[in-house]
């Protein structure tokens, strides 16, 4: 990753319907969505110069607000045309989209029903370094203490910035213990997803998959499941125990950031990525380029 932090990189942010110049992008620090974690967001990739699904994620925004109770001031469609308005003065091809609403500093407490809704659309530059051969390796995870909250203890449907105050500390574990990742379990016991992707397992060539009923259903998972489905492949979503994880020959994570991403290791137990893992990992990235740029390449 690059050296340059986040805020001192160039070009513009979208920031409530102004192209605002990077550096100048600021909120103060009494900001209802930094202290109550008001806020809601969304992780895309343009592929080719094209954001890949834009206006499911987009749909997806309008909804992880709703669930927090509050309605973004812009439609999906202005949403996509700021987007690509963006993505075009960025000047890049290959990019991560990272779209956020927030509630603002108007009222400083748990109530804050009058705060204005704030949004802002940042692109920066991310290529995908997609080298099968590396990629096939596999990831590690561990296996995270913190699991993903009851659908009644938290509003699990939405892509809520407070829902991933657990994943970061998961995730800091993880890499402190020199994974990669770490893989939750769900508030049952079960099998989630890993902190920022959902996962698959292989047994006997049918691929299996927890039902996203208390984390998010991602737009790559649905991506992954119908490019199976299109190969002929038997997908089954369903409860999956972690006493399962020794009998599945192969582990995949899906997301926007990880696209298709095999997994070597899930604390004790050990996958080989193999004839599936690399099927859908290639698929996937024929689906996302458009089919301009990789006439192109
Ligand atoms: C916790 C979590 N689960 C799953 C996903 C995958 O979602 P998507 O495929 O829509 O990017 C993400 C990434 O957004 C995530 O952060």
Same mark, same amino acid.
């Given at each position: 990753?690059?050296?340059v ?5 160039d ?5 409530n ?28 990739r ?51 989209v ?31 370094y ?23 203890? $938290? ?8 829902? /991933? !105050?657990?994943c970061t500390?998961?995730?800091? &574990? #993880?890499? +402190? ?8 379990l ?36 649905q991506?992954?499941?119908e ?33 298709v ?12 990525? $193999? ?8 698929? /996937? !990235? ?6 301009? &740029? #990789?006439? +192109?390449?």
């Amino acid at each position: 990753m690059a050296a340059v932090p986040f805020d001192q990189l160039d070009g513009y942010i979208w920031f409530n319907g102004e192209f605002v110049p990077w550096k100048e992008a600021k909120i103060h620090v009494l900001t209802h969505g930094l202290h109550y974690a008001s806020g809601v967001f969304e992780g895309e990739r343009a592929y080719g110069g094209r954001v890949f699904k834009l206006t499911e994620h987009n749909q997806r925004l309008h909804r992880s607000a709703e669930i927090l109770g509050f309605k973004i001031p812009y439609t999906v469609e202005e949403l996509d045309a700021a987007t690509i308005e963006l993505l075009k003065r960025q000047g890049f091809a290959d990019a991560y989209v990272r779209p956020i609403a927030w509630r603002g500093s108007e009222m400083m407490g748990v109530s804050a029903q009058n705060s204005r809704i704030n949004v802002a659309i940042a692109i920066w530059q991310w290529g995908s370094y997609f080298n099968p051969a590396e990629k096939l390796k596999g990831i590690r995870l561990d296996i995270a203490d913190y699991r993903r909250p009851d659908p009644k203890t $938290a509003p699990s449907a939405s892509k809520a910035a407070g829902l /991933y !105050m657990i994943c970061t500390i998961s995730k800091h &574990a #993880a890499e +402190a213990k020199g994974y990669a990742d770490a893989m939750m379990l769900d508030y049952r016991g079960q099998v989630a997803e890993a902190t920022g992707a959902n996962i698959f397992f292989v047994k006997d060539g049918v691929i299996h998959t927890p039902l996203p009923d208390c984390f998010l259903n991602g737009i790559t998972r649905q991506t992954v499941i119908e490019l199976a489905k299109r190969r002929g492949y038997e997908i089954v979503e369903r409860a999956i125990w972690p006493d399962e994880l020794s009998t599945f020959s192969e582990c995949f994570l899906t997301g926007s950031a990880a696209e298709v991403t095999p997994v070597s290791e899930i604390g004790p137990y050990t996958f080989t990525p $193999a004839a599936i893992s690399e099927t859908l990992m290639n698929d /996937y !990235m024929r689906e996302v380029y458009p089919a301009e &740029a #990789a006439a +192109a390449e």
